[in-house]
């Protein structure tokens, strides 16, 4: 069979593969209130990834997300008191805001992407640091329950927070392929210059790629908080390069056009499977980051299209 046609069935063959090997090494994996449990814990990364796929879709990079998901535990934990349910508008509206400047920076004063979004992770980081005074905060369990306890709760032995993503996921999936927006950030991510000689607006279009990712990295900080009751600057370390693995080993590559939050939500089921995997097998967590390190140089090397580059600094 040629491989290039197998090449779009690879995520899906690297989950079954993955599940199959955990499996056999402990039968109890495969038990489904097992696998809904870890699918429910996946979800603030899930969320996390979803948003960074928008930015690699187009050929770009988002690395303040983690820094926007610390940043808003803080937030939500800070204002959760005064504000009520309102916090939540509050940190998806900071997150699509920050996000907004990222993809200005990068669009109207040519910054790319890296370095723009880089940036603004520091302008999270620091905000965090600013509220919390630099240590950890906790929510008021009672009014975390009376506010966002439907968040964390559970139907028989199914996890909201599986609702929640599928919720994001169809949402996305309709901006991604029922939405003018949708079949303008793939041209962006196919060919930029192409786009932009036949007439369509690039960087309105590269700029909402960024405020979706910074909205929805939001959202995962605001679950995040509400999953722990609360929050700290660096509580989220850590969740970044498994975020990028999920969409980059679901088939969404760094040159973008292709891929999808589809692919992201089969990749992110994919880190899932290698994490629990690391805990069967022993691998301490001072490891588990090089694991993921290796894992992101594979699904790099196995995913980007060659032909768009030229060549690499």
Known sequence: MDIQRLKPHFPWITLLVLVTIVGIADPSFLKPANLLSLAGDIVPLFIMALGLTFAIYIGGIDLSAQSMANMITVVASVYLAPLGIWVAGICILAGFTLGTLSGYLTTRMYVPSFISTLAVGGICFSVAQWLSGNRALNMDATQRNETFGWMIGRTGVVPHELFIAIGLLAICLLIERRTVLGRALKAVGAGELAAAAS????????????????????????????????????????????????????????????GGVLNTAIGTLIVAVIRASMLYFGIAATQQQMVFGLVLIAAIALTIDRSKLRTVK
């Open 199 to 258: 007439g369509l607006n690039v960087a309105r279009y590269k700029i909402l790629a960024f405020a979706i990712s910074g909205g929805l990295a939001a959202v995962a900080g605001l679950l995040f908080s509400v999953k722990l009751s609360g929050g700290a600057p660096t509580i989220a370390n850590g969740f970044l390069l498994p975020a990028i693995v999920a969409v980059l080993v679901g088939g969404t590559p760094l040159t973008g056009g292709v």
